[in-house]
């Protein structure tokens, strides 16, 4: 359902082609368009196609970012399309979620546009190939990575919240030594139960096992892989207060602010608010920037992202004056293509 690999700057082209993908199923539209554009920027087309903004690169927690741009998980799962994304103007990219083993995720439909409000509800449920693939993947194109790549890791919905931290501990001491970051994805709306690990008691426990994995795997690789927590544009004042308290506790690197809201109210048609899953793009903006704002209150010093609605170059720039330190984009692909990138980066 997503993006477009032609010139940035050809609106009719992107128009044309936005045209025909809308008139596919949003899956089969981003599956399709994807595997064509690594094809092409698998090429020998890539060294006419690459774009490097230039800008001055950022440098936080020893990773050389860039740019402030960076694109969001969930656009390439499994590390299938890293030709692509790595040649169209990122500061950073992360691919996943990626979870211990192979899973279908929830059944389909399970992506829907709101084409008016420049939207998408997903109920995915982190379908995707497990961690080896994405690991042979990443291995594989380590000769060619020139942007910061990270790896976001979450549990199979098989795995009982109890045990959900055996899960992502198992996918952080796969692909440790390969990834810039780690991303611990706790605030997917479409895994059951997933989002009470933001509760104090649950996260405490959860982050206090990941931690020790975590220290245990920089000494072994001798190398600090930062992490990163990505968190819920949906969790009320007492748990933005006991996931900040955890955070400090447990010396989390970053924070990810947000993931997708079920807050239907948020759609202008009421015909999609009585459909699964998390919605993003437009109108996750608001809700998102009120998390950022607030987590930065209680977080002064962290590396903080903001993702969540960012469909131009003043909303990234309206996520930088809430506290941002970086800025994601996934959704506003699918509306604007890769001109996006370079509206923001330029």
Do not use: W
């Amino acid at each position: 359902m997503i993006l477009i690999f032609i010139n940035q700057e050809s609106k009719i082209l992107f128009n044309i082609y936005k045209k025909i993908a809308f008139n596919l199923p949003p899956e089969v539209a981003h599956d399709y368009t994807l595997k064509i554009a690594e094809v092409i920027y698998k090429s020998f087309l890539v060294k006419f196609l690459k774009s490097t903004p230039n800008i001055e690169p950022i440098n936080k927690l020893n990773i050389r970012f860039q740019n402030k741009l960076g694109l969001a998980a969930g656009f390439d799962k499994n590390g299938d399309y890293l030709n692509f994304i790595n040649n169209i103007g990122f500061g950073f990219i992360e691919i996943g979620t990626v979870t211990p083993y192979p899973q279908l995720g929830n059944k389909k439909p399970r992506v829907f546009r709101i084409a008016e409000q420049d939207a998408v509800i997903n109920h995915l449920g982190f379908n995707n190939k497990g961690i080896i693939h994405l690991k042979k993947n990443l291995i594989n194109f380590m000769d060619k990575k020139t942007t910061p790549i990270g790896v976001n890791i979450g549990k199979n919905a098989t795995t009982s919240i109890e045990n959900a931290h055996e899960d992502y501990i198992y996918c952080m001491e796969k692909i440790y030594e390969y990834a810039d970051y780690l991303t611990i994805n706790i605030s997917s709306p479409n895994t059951k139960e997933l989002r009470k690990l933001h509760h104090e008691d649950r996260l405490s426990t959860f982050l206090g096992n990941i931690k020790k994995s975590h220290e245990s795997l920089e000494k072994k690789h001798k190398k600090l892989t930062p992490l990163f927590l990505k968190i819920s544009p949906d969790i009320d004042q007492d748990d933005i207060a006991s996931v900040s308290s955890m955070i400090k506790k447990f010396d989390i690197h970053g924070v990810i602010a947000t993931n997708t809201t079920i807050d239907k109210e948020v759609i202008q048609n009421e015909i999609y608010r009585d459909y699964e899953g998390g919605v993003s793009g437009k109108p996750l903006f608001v809700k998102s920037n009120s998390i950022v704002k607030q987590m930065r209150e209680n977080l002064p010093d962290i590396l903080m992202i903001g993702c969540g609605g960012v469909n131009s170059k003043k909303t990234a720039q309206e996520k930088v004056n809430q506290g941002c330190d970086l800025v994601q984009i996934y959704t506003g692909l699918i509306y604007k293509g890769t001109k996006l990138i370079n509206e923001i980066t330029s």
